[in-house]
């Protein structure tokens, strides 16, 4: 399972909540699209409209902590960010963003290695590579990753029920 | 390098002959349950990922509980229905409706076995830990992919050793031991972490005492909290003590951390209002007047906690202005307490004795409470508003310190 991709870095700080991500009072607007044009809004409020679909997000410890809203993982999918590297992530956060689809990763190292703006390449089940650093990072099971690339448990199982018909 | 009882579980499950904290593994869980709130839900979200059958019906089990007999006319009638839906669309044959409390019904009816991993849709699952089975809660999507399946994802658990030696006092008890380790570790101290109980307390401690403590871990934000299979827990289960005897940490285990403690120093502990982390002993509120008591719950309504408060309260009875309610947490142990008398104690000192359900604790009939009033439970949450107006109080203890303070109508210290 040779999987790799690589994108522009935006850097977040530790103990970035759900509110942060995205404010409860936006949580009534009908879709994730709607909704991440306001993604992060407190703490960077030009992130939403200058991040580019592939981006990825590296951020310090416990990223998405706070009240387990399901939206704030879809609301930054929806943004085109399928990808966060971050010291630790909070428990439920870390369940909605990989069933949601997302390559969520747990690694120390990254985060001192890069600044905002730089290319970072992972290489799934490998490594992390940024600004000439290779970064080992922990495998992942053959089928959890065929269901993050499919876009989540809900997406994977349609198209597998499907597919048998 | 050896390894923790979590480990050591879920290695056996997914054939892998190492894990490490961090790594995330699939699983196929042995047990999974659904409780009624989630019925519903779970028959949606199955529908939408397009499953016309389940991989794991046999492995399946629904209980209706929370809502069983149903309180609100409007609204909870179409969980108990979907509940059969469920069953009768996808072949669950395992369906239990009032028989009692689920997380209690899981251990009794032996479909949680130690050394298994089970899930289910109710945050106090951990409780089956108590007989050394890894379970942890899952959201109602989860379930339906892992009911569609038969798999799912887990990371491997740090650990948290918790080591208790000695004899405690005479009417200290389990609940007294986790209320004491959650006074320590917070409300968030065990997030994501498997909290392992070890120490000769344990191993003279009741079956009824380790799954009250596994149970309440949840308090502290853990994924599982687990004890070694030993022989009572074969006993318990009726299975071979050869069978299970696995089930135990390696003496070389590596922990992210862990906590000591002597039996003979602890003493009764109440949770205050409003947080179950905001813990005080005996001496700090004791006098504290109450105008309610509540015995039973997933955490105390076993038929050691009948016994407990039946042999404090037989002969007397409580204070004028209180109301005692007390639940027994199954059918199964509502009938011994029958035929032990202690159902018959009950009722001469007072109280009220309901059907066996999660009643009070989930904020259902009966006893709920009003501005300003206070409540002492023997459950495992003292949220704000959750058994009653959101200006009542609760307090949580053992179940001896509950009776002994229905008596006094004030919070009272057991042990005098």
Known sequence: MEYSFSGRIWKLPDDVDTDTIIPGRYGVLPTAKEMSKHCLEPLRPELASTARPGDIFVAGKNFGCGSSREFAPECIKALGVNCIIAKSFARIFYRNGINNGMFLIECDDVYDECKEGDTLTVEVNKCIRVNGKEIAIKEMPENLFEIIKNGGLVEHYSKMNRQEG | ?416
């Open chain 2, 1 to 416: 390098m050896g390894y923790t009882i979590a480990e050591k579980i879920l290695m056996r499950n997914t054939g892998l002959d190492h894990v490490e904290p961090g790594q995330i593994v699939m699983t196929k869980p042995d047990c999974c349950m659904i409780h009624d709130i989630y019925t519903d839900f779970v028959v949606k979200k199955i529908d939408d990922m397009g499953f016309k059958k389940l991989a794991i019906p046999e492995k399946a089990v629904i209980f209706l509980d929370h809502l069983c007999p149903t309180n609100q006319a409007s609204g909870d009638p179409v969980h108990y229905h979907r509940g059969f839906e469920l069953s009768n669309r996808f072949g669950i044959e395992r369906i239990h409706a009032g028989e009692g409390i689920s997380h209690t019904l899981m251990h009794e009816y032996r479909y949680a076995l130690p050394g298994t991993v089970a899930i289910a849709t109710d945050s106090h699952t951990p409780t089956y830990g108590g007989g050394g089975c890894f379970c942890t809660g899952v959201g109602y999507t989860e379930m339906a992919a892992t009911l569609g399946s038969g798999e799912m994802w887990m990371k491997v658990p740090e650990a948290i050793k918790i080591t208790v030696e000695g004899t405690l006092q005479k009417n200290v008890s389990a609940k007294d031991v986790i209320l004491t380790v959650l006074r320590d570790l917070r409300s968030d101290g065990g997030t994501y972490k498997s909290m392992e109980f070890m120490g000769d307390t344990f191993e003279n401690m009741e079956m009824s005492g380790r799954f009250t403590i596994a149970n309440m871990s949840l308090e502290a934000g853990c994924k599982t909290a687990l004890f070694a299979a030993d022989e009572k827990t074969a006993e318990y289960f009726d299975m071979p003590l050869s069978e299970i005897e696995w089930v135990r940490a390696d003496e070389d285990a590596v922990y992210a951390q862990e906590l000591y403690y002597k039996a003979e120093d602890i003493v009764p502990q109440l949770s205050c209002p409003q947080g179950v982390d905001n813990v005080h002993s005996i001496d700090e509120v004791k006098g504290t007047k109450i105008n309610e008591v509540y015995i039973g719950s997933c955490t105390n309504g076993s038929l050691d906690d009948m016994r407990v408060a039946a042999e404090i309260l037989e002969g007397k009875h409580v204070a004028p202005y209180l109301k005692l309610v007390v639940i027994p947490a199954s059918i199964g142990i509502y009938k011994q307490a029958m035929k032990l008398g202690y159902i018959d104690t009950f009722v001469k000192a007072g109280a009220s004795v309901s059907h066996p359900c999660c009643g009070l604790c989930c904020g259902q009939p009966y006893g709920l409470m009003s501005d300003g009033e206070a409540v002492l439970g023997t459950n495992n949450r003292n949220f704000i508003g959750r058994m009653g107006t959101v200006r009542s109080l609760i307090y949580l203890s053992s179940p001896a310190t509950a009776a002994a303070s229905a008596i006094a109508g004030v919070i009272t210290d057991p042990r005098a």
